[in-house]
């Protein structure tokens, strides 16, 4: 159970560091139709949310297998993905501003990865802030910090019948998909190496301008296999609370490369 807890975490870390689209039916919607609806719609999920702090109990599914664990994202400075097995933390990924913490406590070892190190980082433009709105369900444009600028470089819209949008960053193909209800329904990117998919649900409003997704299910595929994990938040909570941005490890663990350590988890 221990080794499936850790091989979830890892999973989840893989699919977050490398990056399917899936087609849109196009329903004929000129280029210049609902254009500043577009751009508001996509200015609103390019912002920060109101809320800077987010705890939850989760659970990760891999596999047909589910291990529990925790989440805690503060905004702007650390996220951290937590498995436990019987209340005792197993494995953790933290996501810094400058750099990717991984422990695992079944072996005893650790690794940091710096996002200039991880695989396509040039490709997919990765860093803490990618990462950052992957995990806080925002719509984001690699290298632009700007809402307002953000908002008019994803000037490729579709539109289906059904009224999804979906947008497309150009510089670097990424997608984002929104539903009817103004929900970020889906980020995807692909090449010919890979694609990488999250499909967020079961929102929930965490604030009078924020609906959260409970549910992250990611797919990553590449030519040698298909990946897919699920994470769901049970308890949702936004109240400030006193814990470490980076945690502190052990001198009795032993760092390894990420190689390493990932190859230790025979996934």
């Known amino acids: 159970m221990k080794r499936i807890s850790v091989a979830a975490l ?19 919607v000129k280029a210049d139709t609902n254009r500043t609806e577009y751009i508001e719609t996509a200015r609103r999920l ?10 939850t109990p989760a659970t990760y599914g891999l596999s047909g297998n589910k291990v529990g664990g925790q989440i805690r ?4 400075q650390s996220i951290q993905l937590g498995v436990s097995v019987l209340i005792a933390d197993v494995a953790r990924v933290e996501f810094l501003p400058d750099k990717v913490v991984i422990t695992d406590r079944v072996h005893s070892t650790w690794a940091v990865c710096h996002y200039a190190d991880i695989p396509y980082r040039n490709e997919l433009g990765l860093d803490f802030e990618v990462i950052q709105a992957i ?12 809402a307002d600028d953000a908002a008019f ?4 819209v579709s539109q ?20 009817a209800n103004g929900d970020l329904v889906q980020t995807s990117n692909a090449s010919s190496h ?34 897919s994990a699920t994470l769901e938040m049970t308890s949702p909570n936004t109240q400030i609370r006193t814990w470490a941005n980076e945690t ?8 390894v490369t990420l190689d390493e350590l990932l190859d230790g988890l025979d996934i």
Do not use: H
Request: hydrophobic share 35%.
């Open 153 to 156: 470089l994803l000037n490729d």
């Open 10 to 28: 890892a999973v989840i870390l893989s699919a977050l560091c490398l990056t399917g689209c899936r087609s849109v039916k196009q329903a004929g």
């Open 194 to 227: 890979f694609s990488f998919r999250i499909d967020y649900s079961d929102f929930q409003s965490l604030a009078e301008d924020y609906r959260f997704p409970k549910t992250l299910t990611v797919t990553v595929t590449t030519s040698a296999r298909t990946l």
């Open 46 to 55: 390019l912002s920060a949310p109101s809320v800077t702090e987010f705890t």
């Open 135 to 146: 995990m806080w369900n925002r719509m984001f444009v690699p290298g632009c910090s700007d």
């Open 73 to 76: 994202m503060r905004r702007d």
């Open 160 to 179: 289906s019948a059904d009224g999804i949008v979906t947008y497309r960053e150009k510089e670097y193909g990424y997608l984002f998909t929104v539903n």
């Open 248 to 255: 502190p490890v052990s001198s009795r663990f032993k760092r």
